[in-house]
């Protein structure tokens, strides 16, 4: 059996077993305006969780990973081999390894927030590195072992290759305790007001770490662009971004699989989920996730998504207002019209989510027409507001950016809603 991965954009495929589908092979051609990324052909499997308490296990079948193993030979017992051990090296390195997250009912939260009506808090502060970045990034060291135990072509050589991460923060280090589990050189592109607390982890966890400045005159950012260069040279791309790594967002979609199932359990039903969008994995990995759950009659109905961003940095709400009128086939096709760097250097307290561009945009687009969502800017003063009202009316050490989607639900009808807290305070 063959698996292949298709991009949405522009139809090139590639054959996970010949070469790593992470970014598609045609872009960033000669005047390429395309927006590029690769998912796979199909999502066939059934939702049947395991028992586990594992995501990485109970949600398999619904994993590309997994159903990679099965088509390459290798057997159900060799993945829970296979990602048992790289879950026990996590737990040697970090100390915990993947298990489910709690999602609780938090109306002191919400009478505070003035919100009326039931608010449920996922809280991923408890995960490994400390938010959900490791999630995505499970996913692609599962496919990269995968693939080494099956002995298939695009293996040869990889470990070799440094793996690649652009971040000023939670992604960095997820990638860092995972490639360190994994024992795999790691190098991470930071910013100069890259948190101390942070960097000294990095250290610690071995990770090669460049420091990228932004020039006056630059758009874009540096970071991000210093880690397309290494890729370019041979490094693994090993981040969050979809358009670089497809299967990164696979791995964050078992945050939605534990939220529907844990919802369904307590019989309470969900109309929004507000999440808070930087590069956009995370939204993009919510939806997907929760529209496979709502199809399998999981989830009653598919939740409106709300993407929160900053007034300091809102290039998805930007690109919302100009898809009126725009299909989302035609936008694909025209990606500059629609996503490009933020002109001025943002600011927020909330800092995690001030990436240049949202770059996995069209994914979440798609999914709040999908949901018929919105996307909602929040000012500074609501941002800092939500922060401090997450750690008052809560039990849970959440940063002001893992807790900037509760910044969304100002201004919204009241409605039972759900909002993610995605990262610890450091």
Not at 50 to 61: A, T, V
Not at 277 to 300: F, R
Not at 330 to 359: K, N
Request: net charge negative; with cysteine.
């Amino acid at each position: 059996m063959t698996m292949r991965f298709v991009c949405h954009g522009c139809g090139a495929t590639v054959d996970a077993a010949l070469a790593l589908p992470f970014r598609c092979p045609q872009a960033g051609g000669p005047g390429d305006d395309v927006d590029h990324l690769l998912v796979p052909t199909s999502d066939e499997a059934s939702f049947a969780p395991g028992d586990e308490d594992d995501p990485f296990l109970r949600y398999r079948g619904l994993l590309s990973p997994y159903r990679l193993a099965r088509a390459w030979g290798l057997s159900d017992a060799a993945w829970v081999d296979i990602e048992g051990a790289l879950d026990d090296a996590l737990i040697a390195v970090d100390g915990r390894g993947f298990r489910l997250t709690p999602i609780t009912l938090q109306q002191a939260l919400a009478a505070a927030a003035g919100w009326q009506a039931p608010l449920w808090v996922k809280d991923e502060t408890g995960n490994v590195a400390g938010s959900h970045k490791a999630r995505h990034l499970m996913g692609v060291m599962l496919y990269l072992r995968v693939l080494d135990a099956a002995g298939k072509p695009a293996a040869a050589g990889l470990k070799t290759r440094r793996l690649a991460i652009a971040s000023c923060g939670n992604a960095a280090l997820a990638a860092a305790v995972i490639a360190r589990a994994a024992d795999w050189p790691l190098g991470v592109f930071i910013p100069p007001d890259a948190d101390a607390k942070v960097v000294s982890r990095l250290k610690d966890l071995g990770a090669a770490i460049t420091v990228c400045p932004r020039r006056d005159d630059e758009t874009g950012d540096p970071c991000y662009k210093a880690f397309r260069r290494a890729v370019a040279a041979g490094a693994i791309a090993f981040g969050v971004q979809g358009p670089d790594n497809g299967l990164a967002i696979e791995g964050g979609r078992t945050l939605a699989f534990e939220m529907a199932e844990q919802l369904a359990a307590t019989k309470a039903e969900i109309e929004e989920v507000f999440v808070q969008v930087g590069g956009g994995a995370l939204a993009s990995a919510l939806i997907q996730g929760l529209t496979m759950a709502a199809q399998a009659g999981i989830l009653p109905r598919l939740p409106r998504l709300i993407a929160v961003q900053t007034a300091g940095c809102a290039p998805l709400a930007r690109a919302c207002q100009r898809l009126r009128g725009v299909t989302l086939t035609e936008a694909a096709q025209h990606r500059s019209r629609f996503m490009w760097p933020w002109e001025t250097p943002p600011v927020s307290l909330a800092h995690g989510i001030l990436d240049d561009e949202t770059y996995d945009w069209w994914a979440i687009a798609e999914g709040i027409e999908r949901s018929g969502g919105t996307a909602v800017v929040a000012n500074e003063d609501t941002v800092v507001r939500a922060s401090r009202l997450a750690r008052e009316h809560t039990y849970i050490a959440v940063s002001p950016t893992g807790s900037a989607g509760l910044a969304g639900l100002s201004g919204i009808a009241a409605c039972p809603a759900a909002v993610i807290f995605s990262g610890v305070e450091r």
